[in-house]
């Protein structure tokens, strides 16, 4: 979800770097790349661990999760992402959200923009009660693929990531993955990606035998 579909991992960064600056503390770009599509559970740990900050890991998610309630929701798409959904409704193609985000973070973008969220078969979070681990681990994308009516195989699934967290998971679900990682990202660690984008908007559907745009 941020960074594929939502426009919001930078500013989600933001947050983190505000946090850790009121607790006397600084949010290096090391920590950040790190910490990239990683859970909001995984990312307060190794804050709370690298910064050997005097608070515990539970005490900075509730500030993380206080602060991204007010500005994620208004983070915008991402270029292409509107395109893409609208066309595999209208081609009959399913697809589903597996993201490392918490089922509370999907709401908020959810209750901003349902136009989006609702073109979605089905959704996957991390801490939903039957997924046992979060990205770089398989779990999302398998839960997500046995939750299409037809329980696609692996090999038939196709994946949109922008993280190196997320491009290993899709990879070790046994999966296709398109990247569309940022401009800081060293494209060498894209080297495994099925696909290397920009952006979304650049995707051609025909690639992947699928309907093209009309």
Same mark, same amino acid.
């Given at each position: 979800m941020d960074g594929t579909i939502i426009d919001s991992e930078i500013q989600y960064h933001r947050i983190l770097k505000e946090i850790c600056a009121k607790h006397g503390k600084k949010?290096?770009?090391?920590?950040?790349? &790190?910490?990239?599509?990683c859970t909001d559970k995984q990312i307060c740990t190794n804050i709370v661990q /690298?910064?050997?900050m005097n608070l515990s890991v539970e005490k900075l998610e509730k500030e993380l999760a206080a602060m991204s309630?007010?500005?994620?929701? &208004?983070? =915008?798409l991402k270029k292409g992402v509107e395109r893409l959904l609208k066309h595999l409704v209208h081609s009959g193609v399913l697809f589903a959200l597996a993201t490392n985000s918490t089922r509370r973070d999907v709401r908020l973008h959810v209750a901003t923009?349902?136009?989006?969220?609702?073109?979605?078969?089905?959704?996957?979070c991390a801490g939903d009660p039957d997924? /046992?681990?979060?990205? =770089?681990?398989?779990d999302l994308y398998l839960m997500a693929a046995a939750r299409f009516p037809d329980k696609p195989q692996p090999v038939r699934c196709l994946v949109f990531e922008d993280s190196v967290c997320g491009l290993e998971a899709g990879l070790a679900a046994g999966m296709q993955?398109?990247?569309?990682?940022?401009?800081?990202?060293?494209?060498?660690?894209c080297s495994n990606a099925t696909l290397v984008l920009k952006s979304l908007q650049d995707f051609k559907p025909e690639l992947f035998g699928l309907p093209p745009f009309v």
């Amino acid at each position: 979800m941020d960074g594929t579909i939502i426009d919001s991992e930078i500013q989600y960064h933001r947050i983190l770097k505000e946090i850790c600056a009121k607790h006397g503390k600084k949010y290096s770009k090391e920590l950040q790349r &790190k910490n990239y599509g990683c859970t909001d559970k995984q990312i307060c740990t190794n804050i709370v661990q /690298d910064l050997q900050m005097n608070l515990s890991v539970e005490k900075l998610e509730k500030e993380l999760a206080a602060m991204s309630k007010s500005r994620l929701p &208004k983070a =915008p798409l991402k270029k292409g992402v509107e395109r893409l959904l609208k066309h595999l409704v209208h081609s009959g193609v399913l697809f589903a959200l597996a993201t490392n985000s918490t089922r509370r973070d999907v709401r908020l973008h959810v209750a901003t923009k349902p136009h989006i969220f609702n073109m979605f078969h089905h959704m996957v979070c991390a801490g939903d009660p039957d997924v /046992d681990r979060g990205k =770089p681990f398989p779990d999302l994308y398998l839960m997500a693929a046995a939750r299409f009516p037809d329980k696609p195989q692996p090999v038939r699934c196709l994946v949109f990531e922008d993280s190196v967290c997320g491009l290993e998971a899709g990879l070790a679900a046994g999966m296709q993955v398109v990247m569309t990682p940022p401009r800081s990202m060293a494209r060498n660690l894209c080297s495994n990606a099925t696909l290397v984008l920009k952006s979304l908007q650049d995707f051609k559907p025909e690639l992947f035998g699928l309907p093209p745009f009309v």
